[in-house]
C-alpha cells in the first residue's frame, strides 16, 4: 500500500492547538497577592498593558481607566520594572498611586518581567503570538498593549505610545 500525503505528514494545526498556552488555565498574582485564574477573563476580550507609575506616558492609566469603563474590553495591568526603573515601589505602593492618582477600575497584578528570562509565562506567550510590525518579539518598553479576543487569541499589538483612545476608536473592527 501506498502512502497517501496525509497518512504520512503530521497534523501541524493539531499540534499547534495542544502547543498553544490555553489562557483560561493560566493563574497570576494580583497586586495584593492573590491568586487570580484567567478563567475569571473566560469569553471577555482583554487588552494585556504593562505599566509604570514614573514615566511620560504615564497618563495613559486615564485612558485604560476609561476603556474599562466602556466594557467592550477587560484591562489588565502588569506593572514592569524593566525600562528605566520606572516602576520602582513594591506592590503595595504602585496600587496606592494608581487609586490615588488615576482611580484605576481594572485589575492590577503583581509586579512582573516582561523580557529575558524572568519574563513571566503570559508575556513570553502573549510575544510569541503577535511580535511588533517590523518583526521585534520584545517589548519596547511600558505602556505595549496586546488584544486578545473573545476566543483567546492575540489579535492586536499596540506599540507604548498608541493610546488607549486610539484603540478605542478601532476596537470594534478588531473584535
Request: one cysteine or more; glycine letters at 6%; a negative charge.
Amino acid at each position: 500500500k501506498q502512502l497517501q500525503p496525509n497518512e504520512w505528514q503530521p497534523d501541524v494545526s493539531q499540534h499547534q492547538k495542544e502547543k498553544r498556552m490555553n489562557l483560561a488555565e493560566l493563574e497570576m498574582e494580583s497586586i495584593t497577592g492573590e491568586k487570580i485564574s484567567f478563567s475569571e477573563f473566560k469569553d471577555q476580550a482583554l487588552l494585556i498593558v504593562n505599566l509604570a507609575s514614573q514615566w511620560g506616558l504615564t497618563p495613559q492609566y486615564a485612558g485604560l481607566r476609561a476603556l474599562q469603563e466602556q466594557g467592550d474590553v477587560k484591562v489588565l495591568g502588569f506593572p514592569c520594572n524593566q525600562f528605566g526603573a520606572q516602576e520602582p515601589g513594591t506592590n503595595e505602593e504602585i496600587l496606592a498611586f494608581a487609586q490615588s492618582k488615576y482611580d484605576v477600575n481594572f485589575p492590577m497584578f503583581a509586579k512582573i518581567e516582561v523580557n529575558g528570562d524572568g519574563a513571566a509565562p503570559l508575556y513570553q506567550w502573549l510575544k510569541t503570538e503577535q511580535s511588533e510590525e517590523d518583526g521585534t518579539v520584545d517589548i519596547p518598553w511600558n505602556f505595549a498593549k496586546f488584544l486578545v479576543n473573545r476566543n483567546g487569541e492575540v489579535v492586536k499589538r499596540f506599540h507604548p505610545k498608541v493610546t488607549p483612545e486610539e484603540i478605542s476608536a478601532t476596537l470594534s473592527s478588531l473584535l
